[in-house]
């Protein structure tokens, strides 16, 4: 079998309800190296729909114990997996693993950011996103990371929490005067 055919065979197993059977097909294959990430985005798109969120996390690191990379769309399905689990902060950290990945979010990242944070994310998730948020920023696209402060930024005027909407505040002025230095030159990339 290669991998288009292990590919088909997930797939239809995924649809046909037996999540279950098409992962341990999944495991099978994985250990003889015929498994790519289209065969783990298969699975990982059935623990999406199922709401499963921490199986999804923990696929994502058995693919990468097994050598298998990532790509955009396996990490946007783990962070709409964790989202549809209501694990808004997992979504967020499953983003700061894409960023280290090298890997730039799309529409379809934001798109899922928007919806975990309008699933109701607490005060003190809203301090842990912010946090992952700030330490992304260093290396991020300057467009994407000021999408992803104005996304958290709108999930905070939310709880009314004027602490920590003041610190986003400050985390995001000083994004903004970093962002507008490096355009003009007058600041270094990596200071």
Not at 103 to 129: F, N, R, W, Y
Request: contains cysteine; glycine residues 6%; hydrophobic residues 45%.
């Amino acid at each position: 079998m290669n991998s288009p055919a292990l590919n088909l065979a997930l797939s239809t197993g995924v649809a046909a309800g037996q999540l279950e059977a098409a992962k341990a097909l999944l495991l099978e294959f994985s250990s003889i190296g015929i498994a790519d990430v289209v065969s783990y985005n298969r699975i990982m798109n059935g623990f999406s729909k199922q709401n499963y969120g921490g199986r999804a996390i923990a696929l994502l690191n058995e693919m990468c114990q097994m050598g298998v990379k990532p790509n955009v769309v396996t990490f946007n399905t783990a962070m709409d997996a964790a989202t549809r689990s209501l694990l808004v902060v997992d979504a967020w950290k499953v983003l700061a693993r894409m960023l280290e990945a090298g890997l730039a979010p799309d529409k379809i990242t934001h798109t899922v950011l928007m919806k975990s944070l309008h699933c109701g994310a607490t005060s003190e998730q809203l301090a842990v996103i912010l946090e992952l948020v700030q330490n992304a920023t260093q290396g991020c696209d300057s467009s994407v990371c000021a999408e992803m402060f104005r996304i958290v930024i709108e999930a905070i005027a939310h709880v009314n929490d004027l602490d920590l909407a003041a610190r986003a505040n400050s985390y995001h002025t000083l994004f903004e005067s970093h962002r507008k230095s490096v355009a003009t030159g007058d600041w270094p990339l990596h200071s």
